[in-house]
C-alpha cells in the first residue's frame, strides 16, 4: 500500500467541518438548550487556603427561581486525571486550596437567578497559611501546614530521581562542565471558548451530558465513580471543542455538578463558565524551575547532563504526576547523550492547578536546555546550530533513558530551516539591535499508555457500509479544532478510493463510538488513523471478493479509486463502489467492521519508564528573527521558520495550521503571557484584555517547512503534527534576543523590563531552591531491553 | 472575590421592577420583534431571545472581539451594546452572511484555506473582514492585520486567517 500514489492523504482539502464552522452552524455546548433547562452557577472560594467550618446554603434555596442547592457533602467522592493521584472533590469538603476552588453549586431558572442566590450561601472559613511559591512549599514541611493529607511528605506531590548510566565518570570524562538556571512562568490555555456543560437526566434513569471536553472516556469514568452511576447508564458527548490545547483535558467540578443538580431536579442543567472562572479552573502550564549541569568536550560534543526540575502545581495533582516526569524524559531524544541523570519535584500550592498545556511539561526544559546549549556553543566558539548537527540521536536507536527513536528527520529540518533563514549569513552579522536564534526539539505521537493501566487499545473505530454506498465512521476521538473528525474521513477516503465529503463521520459520543482516549499527547492520527485502517481493510477483503467474483479479476490485481472497485491492469473492468458494497451485503450481510490500535511495547522497564515512550517521536527546528530597541526593550519578532518532520503530512494546510498556531502560541508564552498571582492568592491579570497575548499584530509571519520522513509506526508514514511545532520557538526567541543586544534572560516570559534591567546589569541569576531528592532510580540500556517490529 | 458579571446587575435590575419590551430588530435583512429585558445587550438578545447562536461569546467585556456583529455595516461588539439601542440600525450576523444559500466567499475562502480551527472567533472574524472589505476592497495584508487586530484567535496564529482574507481580496475563491 506505501508505494501506492495517494488520492486523499497529502492533499490540501478542507475539512470535512470547515463550512459548517464559517457560517455558524457549529453548535458547541454552550449554543444548546433543552426544554425546562436551568442555569447552574459555582459559589468559589475567596480565600487562597482556609478550613471550611460550615456552609449555610437554607437562605440560597429559598430564593425564588432556585431549584437546588449542594455542597461538598453531596458529593463526596474524590477524582483525579490520574488514578493513582485523586485529590479533587467537585465541591470542597473540609478544605479550600486555592481562590477559585468551588464550594457550593445552584441551578436556578436563570443566570441571574443563580448569581443572586450565591450572594445568599454563608460560608464559615478558617483561613490557613497560603503557599504561593515552591520554595514556601518546600520550606513548609510540619503536618501542620499540609495543603494535601493524603501525600507522604508534606506538600510534596510527587518526586523522582534517575541515573541513567555512569554520572560521576560522565563528568570526569568532560573537558568543560557548564551549569545553568532557568525559570519558565506559568500561563493560560485561553481557549475562545469558556468551559460548559449540559447534563440531562431521564426518568429512565439515564444521564446526558455534552460538554467542551476533550477526552469524553476520561470524563466518563469520573462521572461514573463520583455520581456512583454505572457507566452504562451515563453518556457523554462531546460538544465541538472551541479551544483546547489542554486546559479542557481533565474531568471538572462543573460537569459533575451540572449531573447531580440534573440527577436531583430531574431537568436539564447547563453550566458555562465566566472568563474569569477559566482563569482559576486553570491546568495551564507549570512554572518550573530548572538547573542544569552540562559536561561538555572542548569541540562541543555532550558527555553527561544533569538535570533538576522544580514544578510549582497549584493546589491539587491533575495531570502533575505525568509533567514532572516529563520535564526529564525528551532531553535525550534529540541529541546522543551517553549519561544522563534527571531529578523531579512537583510541590503544592495555594494557586489554580496547573496541568497539561500544548507540550505537556516539555517546553519548560526544552527552553532550559536549548539556551543552555546556546550558551554553551558562544563559550565553545562554535555555531549553534553546528553544535547540535554533530550529535543528532540516530534513527532505530535506543536514548539513554531507554526511549525507542524510530524515525528522525531534525537534520534535514537543521539543515532546511538554516538554509531557508540565511543563517549562515546572518548569525552574528545583524547590527545591533537586530539578531537571529536557533533551536530544535522533539516530541512524542501519543503517549505509549493510557492514564488508567489496562491492556485494552488506545484507540477503536467502527466502520459501516449501506447499500447505498454511505460510510458512516464512528470514533471516540474528539474534534478540538485540530482536525481530527477531518483525518478519519481522509483516511477512510483513501482506502476506499472515494471523496472524503460523501464520508460521515461520528464522533466523541461514548454510546455511539468506540473508546478513543482523548485528544492529548498528540495521539490522534497516529492511534485512530491506524484504527481505521484497519477496519476499513476488514471491509475491503469482503468487497475485494465479490468484486472479484464480479469482474473476474484475481483479488490482488484490484483496487478502490475514483468511486470505483477496479482491476489495476484493466482500469476499465470497474464496478461502483456502491454496487460492490450492494453485492457484499447480499453475499455477507449486513457490512460493518472495527480496527483498534496500541502502540508497540518498549523497551524499557524501570519505574516511571512510562513516561516519554511513544509509537514514534517527531522533531523541529526554528530559527527567530527579531529586533530589539535598546531604550525600549521592546522586542519585535520580524519573522520565524519552522521545519518539523511529521512523518507525512495528512493534509498539508492542517499540519501548516497546528504550525503556525504553535508559533503563535510559543511567542505568546516567550514575550508576553503569564498566570500569576498576588500575595492574597487572587490572580493579577484575570480577563482577556489584562492577560496579554499576542494580537495580528504581534504575530509575524511564519514559515514552515514540512518534512517528511515517513514512519513505520504511523499511518501512511504520519507522525504528530499538533503541538511539537511550540518546542524549539521559545528558547530561539531568547537565542536570538542574545544575538541582538548581547544579552541573556533566563526568565519567561521575556518583558522589555527584564530585559532592561539585564542591559543595565541588574537582572539577577534564576535561584534554584535546594531540596533532599529521593536517591535514584539507576537504569542502563540494555538490560531487559525488547524492541519488537512492527510486522 | 469574583468580578461583577453583567449578570448580578441584570438581577437588581429585574428585582427594581425593571419591566420586559418589545423590541424591533432588523437582523440579516428581516424584522424580528422580541419581548426582552431592556438592559439584554444586543449578544444576549440574538443567542438568547432569536437563537442565533452562530455569535459567540468570549469574555462578555469588548477584550476579545469573538461577538463581533455589524451594525450598520461597522464591526461592533455585540456584548457591549444593549438590544434596545439596536433598534433601527441594520443588524448581520454570521448567519446573515450567505447569499442565496450560498456561503460569502470570506466563509468560503475561510474553510478552503484551512482558517477555521475550533472556528469559535470566526464568526465575528468574518464580520469584521466584511466590514472592512466593503470599505476597502484591496486592502494590503497589513491593513488587514490592523483591521482583525482586535479579534484574538488562539488556534490559527493568524496567518491562514490574513491568507483567506487576501483570497477574497485577490478574487480567487473557487
Redesign the interface.
Known amino acids: 500500500m506505501r508505494e501506492k500514489k495517494f488520492s486523499v492523504i497529502g492533499k490540501?482539502l478542507?475539512?470535512v467541518?470547515?463550512?459548517?464552522?464559517?457560517?455558524?452552524?457549529?453548535?458547541?455546548a454552550?449554543?444548546l438548550e433543552l426544554s425546562r433547562m436551568l442555569y447552574g452557577k459555582l459559589l468559589?472560594?475567596?480565600l487562597p487556603h482556609a478550613r471550611i467550618r460550615g456552609i449555610k446554603t437554607d437562605r440560597a434555596a429559598k430564593l425564588k427561581g432556585v431549584y437546588a442547592v449542594i455542597t461538598g457533602a453531596d458529593l463526596p467522592e474524590r477524582f483525579g486525571i490520574m488514578p493513582s493521584t485523586q485529590d479533587e472533590e467537585a465541591l470542597a469538603g473540609e478544605k479550600v486550596r486555592h481562590?477559585?476552588d468551588p464550594v457550593a453549586a445552584v441551578a436556578a431558572s436563570s443566570?441571574?437567578?443563580a448569581?443572586?442566590s450565591l450572594k445568599l450561601i454563608e460560608v464559615d472559613y478558617e483561613p490557613l497559611k497560603p503557599i504561593l511559591s515552591i520554595e514556601e512549599a518546600l520550606a513548609c514541611t510540619e503536618e501542620s501546614e499540609r495543603i494535601h493529607a493524603w501525600n507522604r511528605r508534606a506538600n510534596i506531590q510527587k518526586a523522582v530521581s534517575f541515573e541513567f548510566g555512569d554520572v560521576v565518570q560522565g563528568f570526569a570524562q568532560a573537558d568543560q562542565i557548564f551549569e545553568d538556571t532557568f525559570f519558565f512562568q506559568g500561563n493560560a490555555?485561553?481557549?475562545?471558548?469558556?468551559h460548559c456543560a449540559l447534563a440531562q437526566y431521564g426518568p429512565e434513569d439515564k444521564l446526558t451530558i455534552w460538554s467542551s471536553t476533550q477526552t469524553p472516556h476520561y470524563l466518563h469514568r469520573a462521572l461514573s465513580k463520583v455520581l456512583k452511576l454505572p457507566m452504562s447508564r451515563i453518556r457523554v458527548i462531546a460538544a465541538?471543542?472551541?479551544?483546547?490545547?489542554g486546559g479542557k483535558s481533565d474531568p471538572f467540578s462543573h460537569e459533575m455538578c451540572a449531573s447531580k443538580l440534573a440527577m436531583i431536579t430531574g431537568r436539564p442543567v447547563k453550566f458555562t463558565l465566566?472568563?474569569?472562572?477559566t482563569f482559576y479552573v486553570h491546568r495551564g502550564r507549570h512554572p518550573v524551575k530548572m538547573w542544569i549541569r552540562t559536561g561538555v568536550k572542548n569541540d562541543g560534543t555532550l558527555q553527561a547532563m544533569h538535570f533538576r526540575s522544580f514544578l510549582d502545581g497549584g493546589g491539587y495533582s491533575s495531570y502533575g504526576l505525568a509533567t514532572v516526569y516529563y520535564t526529564g524524559a525528551l532531553q535525550t531524544v534529540s541529541y546522543k547523550l551517553p549519561v544522563y541523570k534527571f531529578e523531579g519535584v512537583r510541590v503544592f500550592t495555594n494557586k489554580p492547578p496547573c496541568g497539561p498545556k500544548r507540550g505537556h511539561g516539555t517546553p519548560q526544559p526544552r527552553f532550559a536546555l536549548e539556551v543552555h546549549l546556546d550558551k554553551i556553543a558562544d563559550k565553545l566558539g562554535i555555531d549553534p546550530v553546528e553544535l547540535r548537527l554533530k550529535q543528532l540521536v540516530e534513527p532505530d536507536s535506543i536514548t539513554v533513558n531507554g526511549l525507542r527513536v524510530s524515525t528522525t528527520g531534525l537534520r534535514e529540518c537543521i539543515e532546511k530551516a538554516a538554509a531557508r533563514a540565511e543563517w549562515k549569513k546572518k548569525f552574528h552579522q545583524l547590527p545591533y539591535g537586530r539578531g537571529i536564534g536557533f533551536a530544535a526539539s522533539a516530541y512524542i505521537s501519543g503517549a505509549g499508555l493510557p492514564i488508567y493501566w489496562n491492556g485494552m487499545p488506545h484507540s477503536g473505530v467502527q466502520i459501516r457500509l449501506d447499500r447505498g454506498g454511505g460510510i458512516t465512521v464512528f470514533c471516540g476521538s474528539t474534534d478540538?479544532?485540530?482536525?481530527s473528525d477531518s483525518i478519519l474521513a481522509y483516511v477512510v477516503a483513501e482506502e476506499f478510493g472515494v471523496d472524503p465529503a460523501d464520508i460521515r463521520v461520528v464522533t466523541a459520543d461514548t454510546d455511539l463510538t468506540p473508546v478513543d482516549l482523548g485528544s492529548y499527547s498528540s495521539r490522534v492520527t497516529v492511534m485512530t488513523g491506524n484504527a481505521a485502517i484497519q477496519a476499513c481493510r476488514k471491509l475491503k477483503e469482503m468487497l475485494f471478493q465479490v468484486a472479484g467474483e464480479a469482474l473476474e479479476v484475481p483479488v490482488d490485481d484490484l483496487e478502490m479509486a475514483e468511486g470505483k472497485v477496479r482491476s489495476q491492469s484493466y482500469p476499465k473492468r470497474a464496478i461502483s463502489f456502491a454496487e460492490c458494497v450492494e453485492k457484499a451485503e447480499t453475499k455477507f450481510g449486513t457490512l460493518g467492521a472495527t480496527g483498534s490500535y496500541s502502540p508497540p511495547k518498549y523497551p524499557a522497564n524501570y519505574k516511571g519508564s512510562g513516561v516519554g515512550l511513544t509509537p514514534a517521536y517527531s522533531y523541529s527546528a526554528s530559527i527567530v528573527e527579531l529586533s530589539c530597541d535598546p531604550e525600549t526593550a521592546e522586542i519585535k519578532v520580524e519573522k520565524v521558520w519552522i521545519a518539523h518532520d511529521c512523518g507525512r503530512a495528512f493534509?498539508p494546510?492542517?499540519v501548516?495550521?497546528q504550525?503556525?498556531?504553535?508559533?503563535?502560541?510559543a511567542l505568546g508564552e516567550a514575550l508576553m503571557e503569564e498566570q500569576v498571582f498576588r500575595k492574597n492568592g487572587?490572580h493579577k491579570f484575570?480577563?482577556?484584555?489584562d492577560y496579554k497575548?499576542p494580537?495580528?499584530?504581534e504575530?509575524p509571519?511564519?514559515e514552515t517547512i514540512l518534512i517528511e520522513t515517513n514512519d513505520p509506526e504511523g499511518p501512511y508514514g504520519a507522525k504528530e503534527a499538533g503541538q511539537g511545532f511550540l518546542l524549539p520557538v521559545i528558547p530561539a526567541v531568547a537565542n536570538a534576543l542574545f544575538d541582538a543586544i548581547g544579552v541573556r534572560i533566563d526568565e519567561l516570559p521575556i518583558t522589555p523590563d527584564k530585559v532592561l534591567r539585564a542591559l543595565e546589569g541588574r537582572l539577577k541569576p534564576v535561584s534554584v531552591p535546594s531540596f533532599d531528592f529521593p536517591p535514584p532510580i539507576k537504569w542502563r540500556p540494555g538490560e531487559g531491553v525488547e524492541v519488537p517490529q512492527k510486522s | 472575590?469574583?468580578?461583577k458579571?453583567r449578570?448580578?446587575s441584570?438581577?437588581k435590575l429585574?428585582q427594581n421592577g425593571l419591566t420586559k419590551r418589545l423590541l424591533r430588530l432588523r437582523v440579516n435583512g428581516e424584522v424580528k420583534e422580541v419581548a426582552t429585558e431592556t438592559n439584554k445587550t444586543l449578544l444576549e438578545v440574538l443567542?438568547e431571545d432569536l437563537g442565533?447562536?452562530?455569535?459567540?461569546?468570549?469574555?462578555?467585556?469588548g477584550?476579545?472581539g469573538?461577538c463581533t456583529v455589524l451594525i450598520d455595516d461597522e464591526p461592533v461588539l455585540s456584548c457591549l451594546v444593549l438590544g434596545v439601542e439596536s433598534e433601527d440600525a441594520d443588524i448581520v450576523?454570521?448567519?446573515g452572511?450567505?447569499r442565496d444559500g450560498r456561503?460569502h466567499p470570506?466563509?468560503?475562502a475561510?474553510?478552503?484555506?484551512?482558517?477555521?480551527?475550533?472556528?469559535?472567533?470566526?464568526?465575528g472574524i468574518?464580520l469584521t473582514s466584511r466590514a472592512l472589505l466593503d470599505k476597502n476592497p484591496h486592502p494590503t495584508r497589513e491593513q488587514?492585520?490592523?483591521a482583525?487586530?482586535?479579534?484574538?484567535?488562539?488556534?490559527?496564529?493568524?496567518?491562514?486567517?490574513?491568507d483567506a482574507v487576501e483570497l477574497v481580496v485577490k478574487g480567487e475563491v473557487a
Not at chain 1, 490555555?189 to 469558556?194: A, D, G, I, N
Not at chain 1, 465541538?240 to 490545547?245: D, H, I, K, N
Not at chain 1, 504550525?659 to 502560541?665: I, K, L, N, P
Not at chain 2, 442565533?52 to 467585556?61: I, Q, V, Y
Open positions: 490540501p478542507r475539512k467541518d470547515a463550512l459548517a464552522k464559517s457560517t455558524g452552524d457549529t453548535r458547541y454552550d449554543d468559589r472560594s475567596p481562590v477559585g443566570e441571574a437567578v448569581e443572586e490555555h485561553l481557549p475562545m471558548e469558556q465541538p471543542v472551541g479551544g483546547g490545547f465566566t472568563r474569569e472562572e478540538i479544532g485540530q482536525g493534509n494546510l492542517l501548516e495550521g504550525s503556525e498556531g504553535s508559533v503563535y502560541m487572587l484575570p480577563s482577556i484584555l497575548s494580537t495580528t499584530l504575530t509571519e511564519i | 472575590m469574583m468580578r458579571s449578570k448580578e441584570t438581577a429585574n443567542r442565533l447562536t452562530g455569535t459567540k461569546h468570549g469574555c462578555e467585556l477584550e476579545c469573538t450576523t454570521v448567519e452572511l450567505m456561503p470570506l466563509q468560503r475561510f474553510a478552503d484555506l484551512g482558517a477555521t480551527q475550533c472556528g469559535y472567533c470566526i464568526p468574518l488587514i492585520r490592523e482583525l487586530a482586535g479579534n484574538l484567535c488562539r488556534c490559527t496564529g493568524y496567518t491562514k486567517i490574513l
